[in-house]
Structure formats: C-alpha cells, structure tokens
C-alpha cells in the first residue's frame, strides 16, 4: 500500500521560508516522479513542482525561482524549500505520485503567509 506523508507546514511571515517534507512508503521510490500540489481555498489544485527520477525538475511559473524541490532516495522524501514567501502562497500543499496505474495523495500540510 502506498503512503505519502507531509510535514513542516506552519505559519510565516511575507518573505519567509519553510520547508516541506513528504515521506513516502509502498512504492520503489527512486523510479517515480514525485509532484508537490497546493490548492488554496475556493481555487483549483495545482501543480507547484515536480522532480523526476533522474532528477530534473519543473516548476509553475508562480513559484520559479522562490521554490526548490528535491529528493532523498535513501530516505524515500521528497522536500520542497520555499523562500521569499508571498501572502498569496497560502494553501494546502500535498505530495503526490502516480504508480501502478493509480494516483497517490498525501493528506496534505497548511502553510499560511502572512503579517
């Protein structure tokens, strides 16, 4: 069964950083891209980022620049470092990954920008 945990959400303050974490478990990890959704309330999901097994990365034009993602193959997580945080990145952001013909969610963690 696969599991995709979030962590390392919280409140901070415009121009702050936080540093999400996702953990996964059930699946080879290193052979899948992993993704980084967030989805503010009233507005669609989105996808913020994503890494690929060979490690090259895709970024929203939102967050280019201000966001990085990466992965730990060792500890199956996938991290998303946000920096010069804005006001309008508040959202719920969820970690996820489609394997064996399915698409895996976590259940998400808040980060809420703001003064």
């Known amino acids: 069964q696969v599991h995709l945990v979030e962590s390392g959400g919280g409140m901070v303050q415009p121009g702050g950083s936080l540093r999400l974490a996702c953990t996964a478990s059930?699946?080879?990890?290193?052979?899948?891209?992993m993704n980084w959704h967030r989805q503010a309330t009233g507005k669609q999901r989105e996808l913020v980022a994503a890494?690929?097994?060979?490690?090259?990365?895709n970024y929203s034009d939102s967050v280019k620049g201000r966001f990085t993602i990466s992965r730990d193959n060792v500890r199956n997580t996938v991290s998303l470092q946000m920096n010069s945080l804005k006001p309008e990145d508040t959202a719920a952001y969820f970690c996820n990954v489609r394997a064996r013909g399915n698409l895996f969610w976590g259940r998400g963690t808040q980060v809420t920008v703001s003064s």
């Open positions: 890494i690929h097994s060979n490690g090259s990365t």
């Open positions: 059930g699946i080879n990890f290193r052979l899948y891209t």
